[in-house]
């Protein structure tokens, strides 16, 4: 799904810059409602590919430490 916001970001980025230029370009009348429009949705999927984006993997010594962690808790106290 990040993917997808990434190419609507990729997308609406120089639609944004020739939309100052020329809004005929890109298919609008005006340079306000080209401006508005390609801001918007450049903002919104630059906010969305933060939100969707994988998270990272956990490095393996906080793993191996968190499960002997669990483990030590486990452990009784020894009988006399």
Excluded: H, I
């Excluded at 980025?13 to 005006?30: I, K, R, S, T, Y």
């Amino acid at each position: 799904m990040s993917s997808l916001f990434v190419l609507t970001f990729m997308f609406s980025m120089p639609a944004f810059c020739l939309g100052l230029v020329n809004p005929q370009w890109v298919g609008m009348g005006d340079r306000k409602l080209s401006v508005s429009l390609y801001g918007v949705l450049m903002a919104v999927s630059f906010v969305l590919v933060g939100v969707t984006a994988p998270k990272p993997p956990q490095p393996v010594a906080s793993a191996l430490l968190a499960s002997t962690e669990c483990q030590e808790s486990m452990v009784s106290e020894p009988l006399r």
